[in-house]
């Protein structure tokens, strides 16, 4: 939800299709509200409805359609347009959103992007306009389990802030983060991430310093997907990789049906050989984590 | 990264080096840009927003084994001083580039490239001419073809009406936006480098031993090739090598924290790719600057120690050659 212009398609193109933050420039303004199911880790499928943010649809929404709009919500994605003009009607927006899901969704979980973050460029300036919404929708955000990002789909804060939101939704992560733990542990590896298949999002990893590696990992994701692109332009789609030296070896290998594993060992004693004998062992096992939820909730 | 301990400006009267590369062209067809994006990793989109200043002294910028490319000023500043020192077009291992901006009128510069020919040529009848016909990218495929066939054809014939020798001269298509500039520019320090011919011959016979599909030598900073066998090069083949190894330069910084270019060390990288199709790719370090990038099957690639144990052999004679 979020009003025309603020880049609600734009971020669910950048990140459920392959567009590019360039391929944004040709989106039109979206016709009412367009529905997409995105398979997502095994058996959670997500429904995203993609609300037009032009008057003429939110009055509808907010008036005859409020119940089926807001009805059955298991998350809102609120996304304030930075460049927003009359910042006063863009709360009054939110409210209205807010006390049709208190009506209708009253467990929603409510995230709000701070959007085109990246039209400020000092680094001090962005903190200090996160914290100043974060403050003001806080304020008005009673009753509702809510978190504020600021984001752009010129850097990897969007998926910063899709990582977050799709980890609250795995029902079984608790389980899949202690395995993955111990995966790392056994084959001596020093990180091990998961990410989705098609999104590339950061699933869980394993590192516990989390502000610092997981910008690192959004960066990997960013570089992989990018690469994933060049491959497709040859008709050569991508697979895996693997770099080894005297060092350390690096591994991103499909995974499960939707996962893929990145395993970095910095070890020199640990031979890259191993470690892959130790993926591929690992994979079957948490076949059953990842794919399919109930097996171990 | 930082590249400027490369560069140095080095006065007009300074010697040149031995192996060189001049590029030369009027003021503003985009030599200093081609050097920025090749030798300082600039990308190309940030090189169009900055204002470079002209060109007042050549620049030195270091290639791989022992080659110099020389960025001079534009040819009409270098007019003022009195035209090019015929000198620096001697000897053996001299090349000239000649840059000509395809989205402006070419006559001028054309003419400007005939008078330096006739100098150059006078020096040294064998210096190998590559013309540039740069800034291609605003071109639609059949004004490229067009803009080539042009400026080819008049080149030509005015090197006929004065009888020059033009045995030597090559053309080239190309633009800082994709792969054809470095492709371009390994084209023409390929022809440099010692024992150019054996290096080849040595990557023929490593492709035709491991099967393989195709290897190009090159330097992992620049992406320039120095070498490669000699089966035709696809440009989007070579394009998608650069962009592997651009990726895995970014994801070994991510997770190790260091490229594979420590600069002190050879560390004996390694690295493979596969694809969802039949193709696979693998990249052995050769030393410090230089990596075999080789292409093929899947089936050869998985038997990879065989693939392995080859690279290293190979690796190995390069290293002699090259010392
Ligand atoms: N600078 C910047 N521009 C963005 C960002 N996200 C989206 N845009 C641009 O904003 C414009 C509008 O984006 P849309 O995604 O169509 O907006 P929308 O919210 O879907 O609009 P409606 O469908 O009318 O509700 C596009 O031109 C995008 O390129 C961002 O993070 N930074
Ligand atoms: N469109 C396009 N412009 C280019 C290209 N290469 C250089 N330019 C532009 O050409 C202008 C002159 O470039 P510069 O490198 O300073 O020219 P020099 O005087 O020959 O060194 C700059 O404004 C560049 O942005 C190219 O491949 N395509
Ligand atoms: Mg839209
Ligand atoms: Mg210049």
């Not at chain 2, 590249?3 to 006065?11: C, E, R, V, Y």
């Not at chain 2, 190894?245 to 997770?255: E, K, N």
């Given at each position: 939800m979020g009003r025309s212009g603020a880049g609600k398609t734009s971020m669910r193109s950048v990140i459920f299709?392959?567009y590019t933050a360039h391929d944004t420039r040709?989106l039109?303004a979206t016709?009412?509200v367009e529905?997409?199911?995105?398979?997502?880790?095994?058996?959670?499928?997500l429904?995203i409805w993609d609300c037009g943010g032009q008057h003429?649809y939110l009055?509808?929404y907010l008036?005859?359609?409020?119940?089926?709009i807001f009805?059955?919500v298991e998350v809102l994605i609120y996304v304030f347009d930075l460049e927003t003009t009359n910042q006063e009607s863009e709360y009054e927006l939110y409210d209205e959103c807010l006390q049709n899901l208190g009506?209708?969704s009253?467990?929603a979980k409510v995230y709000c992007l701070v959007h085109k973050i990246d039209k400020i460029l000092d680094d001090d300036m962005k903190a200090q306009t996160i914290a100043r919404y974060e403050r003001a929708i806080k304020k008005r955000t009673k009753g509702f389990d809510m978190e504020v990002f600021g984001t752009s789909i010129w850097d990897h804060t969007i998926y910063r802030a899709w990582s977050r939101i799709v980890y609250k939704l795995?029902?079984?992560?608790?389980?899949?983060?202690?395995?993955?733990?111990?995966?790392?542990?056994?084959?001596?590896?020093?990180?091990?991430?998961?990410?989705?298949?098609?999104t590339f999002l950061v699933?869980?990893?394993?590192?516990?310093?989390e502000t610092q590696s997981l910008n690192r990992y959004m960066n990997?994701s960013q570089?992989?997907k990018?690469?994933?692109?060049?491959?497709?332009?040859?008709?050569?789609?991508?697979?895996?990789?693997?770099?080894?030296?005297?060092?350390?070896?690096?591994?991103?290998?499909?995974?499960?049906?939707?996962?893929?594993?990145?395993?970095?060992?910095?070890?020199?004693?640990?031979?890259?050989?191993?470690?892959?004998?130790?993926?591929?062992?690992?994979?079957?096992?948490?076949?059953?984590?990842?794919?399919?939820?109930?097996?171990?909730? | 990264?930082?590249?400027?301990?490369?560069?140095?400006?080095?006065?007009?009267?300074?010697?040149?080096?031995?192996?060189?590369?001049?590029?030369?062209?009027?003021?503003?067809?985009?030599?200093?840009?081609?050097?920025?994006?090749?030798?300082?990793?600039?990308?190309?989109?940030?090189?169009?927003?900055?204002?470079?200043?002209?060109?007042?002294?050549?620049?030195?910028?270091?290639?791989?084994?022992?080659?110099?490319?020389?960025?001079?000023?534009?040819?009409?500043?270098?007019?003022?001083?009195?035209?090019?020192?015929?000198?620096?077009?001697?000897?053996?291992?001299?090349?000239?580039?000649?840059?000509?901006?395809?989205?402006?009128?070419?006559?001028?510069?054309?003419?400007?490239?005939?008078?330096?020919?006739?100098?150059?040529?006078?020096?040294?009848?064998?210096?190998?001419?590559?013309?540039?016909?740069?800034?291609?990218?605003?071109?639609?495929?059949?004004?490229?073809?067009?803009?080539?066939?042009?400026?080819?054809?008049?080149?030509?014939?005015?090197?006929?009406?004065?009888?020059?020798?033009?045995?030597?001269?090559?053309?080239?298509?190309?633009?800082?936006?994709?792969?054809?500039?470095?492709?371009?520019?390994?084209?023409?320090?390929?022809?440099?480098?010692?024992?150019?011919?054996?290096?080849?011959?040595?990557?023929?016979?490593?492709?035709?031993?491991?099967?393989?599909?195709?290897?190009?030598?090159?330097?992992?900073?620049?992406?320039?090739?120095?070498?490669?066998?000699?089966?035709?090069?696809?440009?989007?083949?070579?394009?998608?090598?650069?962009?592997?190894?651009?990726?895995?330069?970014?994801?070994?910084?991510?997770?190790?924290?260091?490229?594979?270019?420590?600069?002190?060390?050879?560390?004996?990288?390694?690295?493979?790719?596969?694809?969802?199709?039949?193709?696979?790719?693998?990249?052995?370090?050769?030393?410090?600057?230089?990596?075999?990038?080789?292409?093929?099957?899947?089936?050869?690639?998985?038997?990879?120690?065989?693939?392995?144990?080859?690279?290293?052999?190979?690796?190995?004679?390069?290293?002699?050659?090259?010392?």
């Open positions: 299709t392959n040709r039109g016709i009412d529905h997409s199911t995105v398979q997502f880790m095994g058996d959670l499928s429904n003429k009055d509808n008036n005859e359609q409020k119940e089926n009805g059955n009506l209708y009253r467990d795995i029902p079984n992560m608790a389980t899949i983060e202690r395995h993955l733990r111990n995966f790392c542990e056994l084959t001596e590896a020093s990180e091990v991430v998961l990410f989705e298949r098609a699933v869980c990893h394993t590192t516990v310093d990997v570089a992989i990018d690469y994933r692109r060049t491959c497709q332009a040859v008709q050569a789609p991508f697979h895996s990789m693997e770099v080894r030296n005297r060092y350390y070896s690096i591994f991103v290998e499909p995974f499960t049906k939707s996962t893929y594993i990145l395993v970095i060992t910095t070890d020199p004693e640990v031979e890259p050989a191993v470690t892959k004998a130790n993926i591929n062992a690992a994979r079957s096992h948490f076949v059953k984590l990842a794919d399919n939820s109930e097996v171990l909730q | 990264m930082s590249d400027t301990d490369l560069t140095q400006g080095s006065q007009l009267s300074e010697p040149l080096a031995d192996r060189r590369i001049l590029v030369m062209g009027m003021p503003r067809s985009g030599k200093t840009c081609i050097m920025q994006l090749i030798f300082e990793d600039k990308n190309p989109y940030d090189l169009m927003d900055q204002l470079i200043p002209p060109t007042m002294v050549r620049t030195a910028y270091d290639m791989i084994s022992g080659i110099t490319v020389y960025d001079f000023p534009g040819i009409e500043d270098l007019a003022d001083v009195g035209g090019p020192d015929p000198e620096i077009f001697v000897g053996p291992n001299t090349s000239l580039v000649y840059v000509i901006d395809a989205q402006n009128e070419a006559g001028k510069s054309l003419a400007e490239l005939l008078a330096l020919i006739r100098v150059a040529l006078a020096a040294n009848p064998a210096l190998p001419v590559n013309v540039f016909i740069h800034k291609i990218d605003g071109l639609s495929e059949e004004l490229k073809m067009e803009t080539q066939q042009g400026i080819q054809q008049r080149v030509l014939k005015n090197m006929g009406f004065e009888s020059l020798d033009s045995s030597n001269v090559q053309f080239f298509l190309t633009t800082v936006f994709t792969e054809t500039i470095r492709e371009a520019m390994s084209r023409v320090s390929l022809r440099m480098v010692p024992r150019c011919d054996y290096l080849e011959s040595l990557l023929n016979s490593f492709c035709s031993k491991s099967s393989l599909d195709k290897v190009f030598l090159l330097d992992v900073r620049s992406k320039i090739y120095l070498a490669t066998d000699s089966s035709p090069t696809d440009p989007q083949l070579y394009q998608f090598a650069c962009k592997t190894i651009d990726t895995i330069g970014d994801i070994s910084m991510l997770c190790a924290g260091l490229g594979p270019e420590r600069d002190d060390e050879v560390v004996m990288q390694r690295t493979v790719v596969t694809m969802d199709t039949n193709m696979r790719l693998f990249m052995y370090q050769v030393n410090l600057e230089l990596s075999l990038l080789c292409l093929g099957p899947s089936a050869v690639v998985k038997q990879q120690s065989l693939l392995e144990f080859n690279a290293a052999k190979v690796a190995k004679a390069i290293r002699q050659i090259l010392q």
